[in-house]
């Protein structure tokens, strides 16, 4: 519980307008942190250095809820953009996406936006062997996406397109088992929106619990998973699961954020685990920014140090 009151602590007064504002002002500095850059070079060269430790980069263009098809589109263009250009310099386009972003709840012609652009950017980059993973927002979008992940994937297949779940919703485990006929490619986060008790478990513990039944459970059906945590016990865990079921390094990887315990990225490389991380880029860093300090207190900390020179 503790932890909950920290978290929505920090994301209330990260939602303030006035600290918004000098964030955004004075804050950059500090964001880069987690943040590659505002341009699509930053994030290459980012993926570049992480190579030469044998990580690969899941790229992030940050953006969210869009308002109209003419600002969803140009949000698409700019990840097409970012599709040539990671191939032309030899980095595996392997993008996150929030639908939002591409104009989900938006209807063109009679199809929702959001799936449209999705397709477009899948379609470019599959045939340089790339990869689009449909990141997931708060509760009320959950449906909408799992809908058209599923249409995705029946069209595409799950070597080109995966999504995500979140271990703190009451209803991960039954969306789990709605995807099995798809074998689908998933990544397994615990959830960083802030969510009420009659959707989201507030326990770190039940948490917890319920990441590993996800993760095991998807791993046990043979498909792939991604496993996207920094939580050193779940990660010893899965260690163990993978190695007592004979399932194959092949089969998984272990996904975390850019700037966040680069020490244990670097460790599971060299043991010859996949290791992939998560790295935003872009102008609109600020909400991704707060969720990251809400996530950790030690984060929050850092923060304080950096503006106020402690």
Not at 8 to 25: D, P, Q
Not at 78 to 86: E, F, G
Not at 134 to 145: I, K
Request: aromatic content about 10%.
């Amino acid at each position: 519980m503790i932890e909950q009151l920290y978290r929505k602590t920090i994301l209330t007064v990260a939602g303030n307008k006035a600290v918004e504002g000098v964030m955004r002002s004075r804050g950059w500095g500090l964001a880069q942190r987690f943040v590659a850059g505002h341009q699509a070079d930053d994030i290459i060269q980012a993926v570049k250095d992480l190579q030469k430790d044998g990580i690969g980069g899941l790229l992030d263009l940050l953006g969210e809820f869009v308002d109209s098809p003419d600002t969803a589109n140009a949000f698409a263009e700019q990840i097409l953009s970012l599709v040539d250009q990671a191939a032309a310099a030899g980095v595996q386009p392997y993008i996150t996406v929030k639908l939002s972003g591409l104009g989900q709840g938006l209807t063109v012609d009679g199809e929702d936006l959001g799936l449209i652009n999705a397709r477009r950017i899948i379609s470019r980059a599959k045939p340089h062997g790339g990869f689009l993973a449909l990141d997931m927002e708060d509760h009320p979008r959950v449906d909408v996406t799992l809908a058209q992940f599923r249409t995705l994937s029946q069209e595409f297949g799950h070597d080109f397109v995966g999504t995500v779940l979140q271990s703190y919703l009451h209803r991960t485990a039954a969306d789990l088992a709605a995807l099995a006929d798809l074998k689908p490619n998933l990544r397994i986060v615990k959830g960083a929106y802030l969510e009420p008790e009659s959707v989201a478990m507030q326990d770190k513990a039940d948490i917890d619990a319920s990441y590993r039944r996800l993760v095991y459970a998807n791993l046990k059906a043979g498909n792939y998973t991604n496993v996207a945590t920094h939580d050193g016990g779940i990660i010893d865990d899965v260690k163990m699961f993978v190695l007592a079921h004979g399932i194959p390094r092949e089969q998984f990887e272990f996904q975390l954020l850019y700037g966040v315990r680069r020490d244990l990225q670097k460790q599971l490389a060299s043991e010859g685990y996949r290791v992939r991380a998560y790295i935003p880029y872009g102008h609109d860093w600020y909400p991704y920014f707060s969720r990251r300090i809400a996530e950790r207190p030690s984060n929050a900390l850092f923060v304080l140090r950096g503006m106020f020179g402690g």
